[in-house]
């Protein structure tokens, strides 16, 4: 209090050494990220951001690599909650090659937040190996608070690899590791984190159609969080429960909590968790049937993601739209859509994405054989018999060159010409995509850029 009189304001440094200086910035920033998540207050991640880089930098100046990696992992988790996946990866990147086979809190923290960043990333497989190579580090800490975080951050990613996968055992590791993090933060007294561990739980059970206990739960980790006043997790609980009504088919009641969510999280800067919120409204309205406002809903959440550099999270909201709005759409429209969807998601390990995504594909190509390029129906019929007859000359081989020729058409166009940045619009190699273009596509060569003789290399091969 003598120095900061709290968020949004600036510490008072004057006078200080710099060890002290870097300290008061380095708790005032941390304090700034945490406080402006739990009570959604604009711009706080920006602010954090700000006075923990000046922190960092005045470490790094006297020479304080255990300080320095402390500021550093608390700026890589200001970027996960802004949605900078990439940002948060390069910072932590540096933390773990600065301190390489330390056994210290750092370490640890910087480890377990690489894990959350690649969770968010959709890439589970890559951060259960991660917790995997750590377990043995995190056992030994005395750190309950530290451990509890480890604990529920692994069993969430063990439940979302148990629901994709249909992994009965990883559902069952996950309820262990939530069990496990419950006690760790009843030890530390962290009514926060047990309040998130509950919200996890509850959707855990949803997800497994045990409704009556997935509510239970979730209105336990509400009362939590209110008691603390974190606004933030009192809104993912409320994200929760409109996915868990969702899954109950109580599409009105998914609805009010989706929007509750949505509003408590426009007012702060965490725009990963509004993305996921803003996705999960929009399947609500879908749902209930008002559609215009649905397609907004899921475009504004595409957008919201992408302007944060959550990629996977507007493709998660891209591959909704296919889902829930397909009937509504234009063909043009539901291309977008899927095109959109293919690129963002095209990092993701997560295997039931993959399978949406795959659907969706033939969701549009469905579209296309029905209503035809121009959007004129062109259905198949049903026959007295109940057997279904194709429009006469129809080919399913010609329909889908056809596609992926509009396809790559597009991606070609869209990048001047350009192979290599239209192989990445599709998701493909750029010799795969040449393959392509040289075989059965010729007729697109005249779209690409002329192709550059290269020159001989300097190296010569001995």
């Known amino acids: ?30 304090l700034t990220g945490w406080l402006g998540a739990a009570r959604q207050i604009p711009g706080s991640q920006e602010l954090a951001k700000d006075l923990i880089s000046e922190s960092s930098s005045v470490y790094e100046s006297i020479g304080l690599a255990e300080k320095l990696a402390e500021a550093r992992v608390n700026l890589a988790v200001c970027y996960w909650r802004e949605g900078g996946l990439d940002e948060a990866r390069v910072t932590l990147r540096l933390v773990l090659e600065s301190l390489h086979e330390s056994r210290s809190e750092q370490r640890l923290r910087a480890l377990l937040t690489s894990a959350i960043v690649e969770s968010a990333a959709t890439r589970d497989r890559s951060a259960l190996l991660i917790y995997k190579e750590a377990a043995p580090l995190f056992e030994a800490s005395t750190n309950h608070s530290l451990k509890g975080r480890f604990h529920t951050s692994h069993a969430t990613v063990l439940r979302g690899l148990g629901t994709s996968e249909n992994r009965e055992d990883y559902i069952d590791q996950a309820l262990m590791e939530y069990t496990a993090a419950s006690f760790h933060f009843e030890q530390a007294g962290h009514k926060r984190f047990q309040g998130r561990v509950e919200n996890n739980v509850g959707f855990l059970f949803a997800t497994v159609g045990r409704f009556t206990e997935a509510q239970e739960h979730l209105t336990r980790a509400r009362s939590l969080l209110v008691s603390v006043g974190d606004k933030g997790g009192a809104a993912t609980v409320e994200d929760s429960r409109a996915q868990a009504f969702l899954l109950e088919g109580k599409n009105e009641l998914a609805q009010n909590s989706a929007r509750a969510a949505v509003r408590l999280l426009n007012e702060g800067g965490e725009q990963t968790l509004l993305s996921e919120a803003l996705t999960t409204y929009g399947k ?79 969701v549009v190509l469905a579209a296309e054989f ?93």
């Not at 002290?20 to 941390?30: D, H, I, Q, S, V």
């Not at 393959?435 to 192709?451: A, E, K, M, Q, Y």
Request: charged residues 25%; proline residues 5%; glycine residues 8%.
């Open 370 to 462: 029905s209503r035809g390029p121009a959007g004129i129906e062109r259905a198949p019929k049903v026959e007295s018999s109940g057997l279904v007859s194709m429009p006469p000359g129809f080919s399913l081989d010609a329909e889908v060159l056809r596609y992926e020729g509009s396809l790559i058409r597009k991606a070609l166009e869209e990048s001047g010409g350009s192979v290599t940045r239209a192989a990445r619009l599709l998701g493909v190699t750029h010799q795969g995509l040449a393959f392509i273009l040289n075989g059965r596509h010729s007729d697109l060569l005249s779209i690409r850029t002329p192709v550059k003789k290269r020159r001989r290399s300097i190296i010569r091969n001995q």
């Open 1 to 30: 209090r003598p120095f900061w009189t709290g968020v949004p304001d600036r510490p008072n440094t004057t006078g200080l050494r710099s060890e002290a200086k870097a300290e008061l910035l380095l708790r005032t920033g941390t």
């Open 284 to 362: 609500a309205l879908a749902r209930v049937k008002q559609l215009p406002k649905a397609r907004a809903t899921l475009d504004q959440a595409i957008a919201v993601a992408q302007t944060a550099g959550h990629l996977e999270g507007g493709g998660i909201a891209a591959v909704t739209a296919i889902e829930e709005l397909n009937t509504c759409l234009p063909i043009t429209v539901l291309q977008e859509y899927y095109r959109t969807a293919e690129e963002l998601l095209a990092r993701s390990q997560n295997r039931s994405l993959k399978t949406r995504l795959g659907e969706c594909a033939r």
